[in-house]
């Protein structure tokens, strides 16, 4: 399974986050806000991360049992962003069309996780092989 | 990390003032916590300041919704207050609409708009004893 998304180019690793527990899941925000904050994002484009990132690491959570989050700056001919790519080793999506619908939840929550951080942020692909496990990657561009 | 949001009692009125990020767990119990004193203290009111808070999920979006519905049925009215514009924009984006949810800017306007609510049920229930007694 390709589990890098190379179409934006290697980014510079800013930090590496377990997601394995709720607590780690307010770490991960709390260091995200911390590294748009040091790109110089806008207060609206730093809450907009962090509530994409948000969704995203409650997905690894609940359904890919757990995870990672990577955290990197990249560049693109001088067009700086913020990546964050989810990796989870769970059950993987099954339906895709249904798992990108808006409203459609499979537990707890208002079902806009998928299709609301799609929104919030720039750039969003995802990649599911089931059993294997998914890779979701968002940028929000500077 | 936090584990219990407090929860202060001013007359009729809950106040909780929410400071820090935390986790899902901790939000549960506040929608617990807040349940349980509405009906010990019949409490008429409650305000939540967010004015600290950074994000609002869905989770958290559906936690809050939750408390208002549950506050109204016991008898209680929930105002929400001190949302940062960029939250206000973001919850948009994502689709959060918080239906059925009272907000002020301050806390002070909240509370204004508390009273408002709670008078317009006491002339209710007035009313409703005047009908009777005719």
């Known amino acids: 399974m390709a589990r890098e998304n190379l179409e934006f180019g290697d980014g510079v690793l800013l930090q590496h986050c377990a997601l394995q527990t709720e607590d780690d899941l307010v770490l991960a925000r709390a260091a995200i806000k911390l590294h748009s904050t040091d790109l110089g994002f806008s207060k609206l484009n730093q809450t907009k991360i962090v509530t994409a990132a948000s969704e995203l690491g409650r997905n690894v959570l609940e359904h890919g049992l ?17 990546r964050l790519i989810f990796e989870d080793n ?12 808006d409203g459609y939840t499979s537990k707890k929550g208002l079902g806009l996780g998928l299709t609301g951080s799609k929104r919030l942020m720039d750039e969003f692909s995802i990649e599911s092989q089931p059993g294997e496990g998914t890779t979701v990657m968002v940028i929000k561009w500077t | 990390m936090v584990e219990r949001i407090p929860i202060l009692k001013i ?6 003032t929410i400071q820090v990020d935390f986790h899902d767990r901790v939000a549960l119990a506040l929608q617990e916590d807040l ?15 967010i004015s600290s808070l950074e994000m609002v999920d869905s989770f958290m979006g559906r936690v809050l919704g ?8 016991l008898d209680c009215h929930t105002v929400l207050v001190g949302m940062q514009p960029a939250i206000a924009i973001t919850m948009t984006e994502l689709g959060i609409s918080l239906q059925g949810i009272s ?8 509370m204004e708009l508390l009273k408002a ?18």
Not at chain 2, 11 to 16: A, F, Q, S, W
Not at chain 2, 35 to 44: A, R, W, Y
Not at chain 2, 118 to 131: A, F, L, N, T, W
């Open chain 1, 66 to 82: 757990g995870g990672h989050l990577k955290i990197d700056a990249i560049d693109q001919f001088g067009r700086k962003g913020l």
């Open chain 1, 90 to 101: 769970g059950p993987g999506i099954l339906d895709m069309e249904l798992a990108l619908t």
């Open chain 2, 11 to 16: 007359g009729e009125t809950l106040l909780v």
């Open chain 2, 35 to 49: 349940t349980d004193k509405i009906v010990t203290h019949s409490s008429k009111g409650v305000l939540i300041d």
């Open chain 2, 66 to 73: 939750n408390i208002a519905k549950t506050s109204r049925l």
């Open chain 2, 103 to 110: 907000t002020a800017l301050t806390a002070e306007d909240g």
């Open chain 2, 117 to 134: 609510l709670m008078s317009k049920k006491q002339k209710r229930v007035s009313h409703g004893r005047q009908i009777a007694r005719k």
